[in-house]
């Protein structure tokens, strides 16, 4: 019923195919009557980047009908008409793309079962006009190629069966966004949107990802350029009285430009701005950002894309020559010097999806030109089945839903010294590659808000540690809370854990609180510092007594060794090496034996070495009593007696240690009482008894050693050690009385250590005061060394 319709650009061929751009974006208002038909659109508001849309497609059109490999013979034509922004205009001009422009009778007979007068249309560039002429076509079952159209709705094959598309779905890119978000650890952001189809749908699937992200919205708004200024304000308020730094923008450029304007009248500079593909690299949002409200910027964009040949196929245009041309033109004029948005090449991402959908085209009716007669298919199922690459490698193809695969690039706002923003490529998401390689940032340096070199912070809390639980904050969003640390003996094991776990007896919490380990098991052992010092100190006394006991065989027939019973001073001497040793059965790790080894060999060490020293002390006493007129003392106290003497001692000790051992023996011991943390080894004494018994049988024999050395410490001093013995005794009593209490409150291997350093202290003890006075004169004094001088038998002093 309308007027017949021309296209803008046409040329004839073999096949043609449509295109809808929009060479305007708006039009005179009219005032309908409806008492008459309305009259066409005027149409102003010249839009060089819908020409420049056009010009890709005969570019295309141009390079596929001068190959040979593709569609050889066969020439494709093409009508291209002007949508001039309007949705009502767009599907007029797909119907009479489809059913010609001849004036049809209303009450024609004819059957409407002519073909279409294209093959596949090119465009519309918005989504919302997109929508309604897939709408009209979808029956129809005409292709619909759009190159910027990018509502996750028109993936729907129900409503849109005919609907393919260049460019990634939004669905894609709000997930991506999101992504991005996370992966910068932004949990706490606000979100602007164009409240319109593309920015509402693009922005739901964003909050929706977002939520399954742990990400939270502190404020999500929406606008359109048109709105008045107060709701825009409102918008600011918003923003200034928020506490999130990153904003999640999903505008169009149009909106950004205005939104940009009023931001930059508040001086808004601090925010860091994440953006959709609609106008993170659009150059001229970036021109017109003279406050550099948006530097530092991130966001997605369609990946950069060369066609060979394009830009100087567009640069060599000439006017259109057309009846609808008003322009006074030459048609020789060269815009090669001309800078505007014809001349802006920024946009060539999408020229390159406007190539695509041409060559998609020519490649279904190529194989259906290669098919034999069994081929039945039609070009749409044909188009949704193509798979090749373009020339310069890029590949085509479609998936269930007639969307292109997924890709990202991930570009930063980086200002340059001249005032010119940069878009610099920072990485790529990529939907076709497994979830965890699908975001890909590269190593480059980025730029932040304000020109800052630090990843911005963007949180209503942090993230609360393994070690602690969370506990959310009254009347807030889930994203705000506060991380309390986990109780001693309790756990949490993940991030953002709600509760503490309490470990088993037998474990404890580490440190951080993020597992349950096993007590530490602690003993005296000889990889510590304090175990290596007293098993050096062990083997040190070893060793010294070893170099005394050489010394001694070596000079064994001289008067001072064989004084007072060489036989005794060399069991004595073999006694206190077995008592250096056996402070060694102390450390390490306690086991049964070593628990029944330490205390027994302990004790009997012990009296055999207080033993020999008791035997001495009675062999110097009773000589001077034997040398007393009437005396009969020393053959009452021979060799044999003393060894005897020695013997009976030690076998007592003995069969106190046999009696222990069998009533209740000592064993190793798990203590968790000691420390919350900590599992002590130790050996339990059995039976306290036994233990006391021995100790206090040794120091029976040391108190009656300390006094008989103290009866004979003013016998002649040339012949009488025992005043050496009555020191090495003090020493030995002092030692063993301090040991008591230091024992019994010295916690874990602390009373192990506390008992070694009693058994070094008084075997060193009675070396050094028995022995080394010998030693000292057999070295170094012997001339002292004669029996004249042992019996005192010397020079008078001279006073």
């Known amino acids: 019923m309308g007027d017949p319709e021309n296209p803008q650009l046409s040329q004839d061929g073999n ?48 390079e596929i009908n001068n190959s040979t490999d593709l569609l050889p013979g066969v020439s494709l034509g093409y009508k291209i008409y002007d949508a001039c922004g309007s949705m009502s205009r767009s599907v007029k001009v797909a119907l009479t793309l489809t059913n010609g422009n001849e004036i049809v009778a209303g009450q024609s007979e004819r059957p409407c079962t002519r073909p279409s007068q294209v093959q596949a249309i090119i465009g519309e560039t918005s989504s919302s006009p997109c929508m309604a002429i897939a709408t009209v076509l979808g029956p129809f079952y005409i292709p619909m190629i ?85 709701k825009i304000q409102k918008i600011i308020d918003i923003i200034k009285a928020s506490t999130s730094k990153v904003i999640v923008a999903f505008l169009s450029h149009m909106d950004m430009d ?77 815009v090669t010097g001309v800078q505007n948005s014809y001349t802006d090449m920024s946009l060539m991402p999408i020229f390159n999806n ?50 292109p695969a997924a890709k990202y690039e991930i570009i930063n706002w980086q200002p340059r010294e001249n005032g010119v923003v940069e878009f610099v490529t920072v990485g790529l998401y990529d939907i076709s590659l497994a979830a965890e390689k699908q975001l890909n940032l590269q190593n480059k340096s980025l730029i932040w808000a304000r020109n800052s070199k630090q990843v911005p912070v963007s949180v209503c809390s942090e993230k609360c540690p393994p070690g602690t639980r969370k506990v959310l904050q009254k009347g807030r969003p889930v994203c705000c809370y506060d991380c309390i640390r986990c109780a001693e003996g ?14 088993l007896p037998e474990y404890w919490s580490n440190e951080r609180r993020d597992a349950c380990i096993k007590k530490e098991a602690v003993f005296l052992s000889y990889e510590e510092i304090m175990g290596a010092l007293l098993t050096a100190a062990s083997v040190f006394g070893t060793c010294t007594t070893a170099g005394v006991v050489l010394i001694f065989f070596k000079h064994r027939k001289t008067p001072i060794v064989r004084a007072n019973n060489s036989e005794l001073s060399f069991l004595l001497l073999f006694s206190l090496t077995l008592c250096f040793l056996c402070s060694l059965t102390f450390i390490g790790q306690p086991s049964e034996w070593s628990c029944m080894l330490r205390h027994t060999a302990f004790g009997i060490t012990f009296v055999l070495c207080i033993s020999c020293v008791l035997g001495k002390t009675i062999v110097v006493l009773m000589a001077f009593r034997a040398k007393l007129p009437g005396s009969n003392m020393m053959k009452w106290f021979g060799h044999t007696q003393q060894r005897l003497c020695v013997l009976g001692f030690t076998l007592v000790q003995v069969i106190i240690c046999i009696v222990w051992l069998t009533i209740s023996p000592p064993f190793p011991f798990k203590n968790f009482e000691e420390f919350k943390d900590k599992i002590i080894l130790e050996c339990a004494l059995g039976s306290a008894v036994g233990y006391w018994a021995v100790l206090g049988y040794i120091g029976l024999l040391s108190v009656l050693c300390f006094i008989f050395a103290f009866l004979a410490r003013k016998l002649p001093d040339n012949f009488n050690e025992a005043k050496f013995i009555t020191f090495s005794m003090l020493i030995f009593c002092a030692v ?8 019994v409150s010295s916690p874990g291997k602390f009373s192990v250590a506390v008992e070694i350093f009693a058994i070094l202290a008084s075997s060193f003890g009675l070396l050094i005061c028995i022995f080394i006075p010998k030693c000292y004169i057999i070295l170094l004094k012997p001339e002292k060394n004669t029996k004249r001088n042992m019996m005192g038998k010397k020079a008078p002093h001279l006073f």
Not at 149 to 161: E, H, I, N
Not at 368 to 378: E, H, Q, Y
């Open 15 to 62: 096949i043609v195919l449509g295109g809808i751009f929009s060479f305007y974006s708006s039009w005179k208002d009219r005032m309908d009557t409806y008492l008459h038909k309305p009259l066409p659109l005027q149409c102003t508001s010249l839009n060089f980047r819908g020409f420049q849309f056009a010009q890709a497609m005969l570019f295309a059109i141009e």
């Open 146 to 230: 759009s190159h910027f159209a990018t509502c996750a709705c028109l993936s729907d094959k129900t409503k849109y069966p005919s609907f393919l598309r260049t460019i990634p779905s939004d669905y894609y890119q709000s997930r991506a966004l999101a992504n991005l978000v996370k992966y910068f650890g932004w949990t706490w952001v606000g979100a602007i949107r164009t409240n319109d189809d593309y920015g509402n749908n693009g922005m739901a699937t964003f909050t929706e990802t977002a939520q399954q992200l742990g990400i939270c919205l502190e404020y999500s708004v929406s606008f359109f350029r048109t709105d008045p200024a107060d």
């Open 258 to 334: 205005v939104l940009m304007y009023v931001l930059s009248q508040h001086n808004l500079t601090e925010y860091q701005w994440v953006g959709s593909e609609g106008w993170i690299f659009d150059s001229q949002t970036a021109a017109l950002d003279k406050h550099h409200i948006l530097n530092g910027a991130i966001g997605l964009s369609i990946p950069k894309a060369h066609v060979n040949g394009l830009r100087e196929f567009m640069l060599n245009v000439k006017p259109l020559n057309s009846s609808n041309n008003e322009l006074e033109c030459t048609g020789h004029e060269d």
């Open 354 to 403: 406007v190539y695509k959908g041409v060559y998609a085209v020519a490649h279904a009716l190529h194989n259906i030109l290669s098919c034999n007669k069994t081929c039945n298919k039609t070009i749409l199922q044909h188009i949704k089945n193509i798979d090749f690459k373009t020339k310069e490698g890029d590949e085509v193809y479609f998936n269930e839903n007639g969307d």
């Open 490 to 503: 309790e756990i949490s094991n993940i991030t953002d854990s709600v509760t503490c776990v309490r470990c």
């Open 736 to 743: 063993w009385i301090t040991f008591i209490p230091a024992y």
